[in-house]
């Protein structure tokens, strides 16, 4: 059994190894009811070297922002998205569409050629900094940063996905397979277990609902945990006035402390990289009094080049903690940047299942920030679907009075008639 969990462990994540559908498959019996079976096909991930790629790296690190900005589009919620799950989510969806699909995906995420490569390259920069969540004290966050980045696909047991797909995800991303049968109501129980584990149980529940008409299910997790590199002093954090978006104040409990950090004050905004270990930082954004802390994709990435350039500034910091969790319908915001064929009913994944659609793409993501440091988790799922529902022609809402009848179609009677005033 212990020799099980560490093949589970090595398996389940992503490693140098991965796992995809061959005609000699595997099958690995899990430990416990949460915990999916895998299929384990040997395929070696194919390790690409910073620096091959530059130019593709560049694109999807403004593909990130693009992304980032779609998911944070209202300035008034407590909003907290992982870009980067998302860019994982998609560009694995993308190694399935074929045709104008794909061209569409290419040209709104704004993908290369060698997007596949390149988001291979960029894991191999921080896999030194992998390791297991469910190992964190999330209490003592951890002095070097913990990144952990996870990649499955559950597919039906007796379906045929297809191999080059399945493949690719396992060559450039790690990604586990998982064969379910998804009429089976513990299917769903199963996919939670894996994310709760891949998260270290900070989202305990996957964001999609998988049923019989589910043929596919695709899911991301990222997790992150680290100390500041200069703690704030707990006797430093006391009640202050936060203003909101509508200019009243509220209390919130509020760190102080005294820092050098990167920092720059611009046109309509300020920012400092506030420092964890080993290159790591929590970039934080301050717009102008009475602008909404909303930006575009360039204005991002802008902000990001000037304060990589900024110089060390000893700054007095009052910060606020938050521990917030934000659930998203990724369709909606995906859809309002260009990706509609993609999510359409005439997309082509023919190369993942022939006749399926996507069914829905959500994401959950959920940081708390504190004294100590700061621990964040997010999971993105796509689900694909033999065929998508058709969207309504008109919609309607009965949210003022209306009347109702109950009618005998044969005769037209109205057996009862009556309305509606106040439904309470």
Known sequence: MEHQREQERLTGRISRTATTTTAALVLLTACGASTPEQQAAPIDRVVIEEGVFPEAEDALLRSSFRLGAAMTADPEANQVTSPLSALYALSMLRAGAGTTTAAEMDAVLGLPAEHHEAMNALLARVEGFDGDPGGVDEDNPPEKPLLHLANAVFVPEDGTTGERFLATLARNYGAGVYPVDFADPATAARIDGWVSRETGGRIGKAPLEVDAGTTLSLLNTVYFAAAWDEPFDPSGTFDEEFMLADGSRVDVPMMHGTRTVRYIE????????????????????????????????????????????????????????????????????????????????????????????????????????AEKGTIAAAVTQVVMMTSAPMPPEVSISFDRPFGYQIIHEDTGLPLFMGTVADPR
Do not use: C, K
């Open 266 to 369: 611009a046109d309509g905004w300020t920012g400092i990289d506030l420092p964890y270990g080993e290159g790591f930082s929590l970039r934080l954004l301050l717009p102008a009094e009475g602008s909404p802390p909303q930006w575009t994709e360039q204005e991002l990435l802008d902000m990001a080049e000037l304060l990589d350039a900024a110089e060390d500034v000893r700054v007095d910091v009052a910060l606020p903690t938050w521990d917030h969790e934000f659930e998203q319908d990724l369709l909606e915001s995906l859809a309002a940047i260009g990706l509609r064929e993609s999510f359409g009913p005439e997309a082509d994944f023919r190369a993942i299942q022939p006749g399926t659609v996507v069914g829905g793409a959500a994401q959950v993501a959920n940081i708390t920030v």
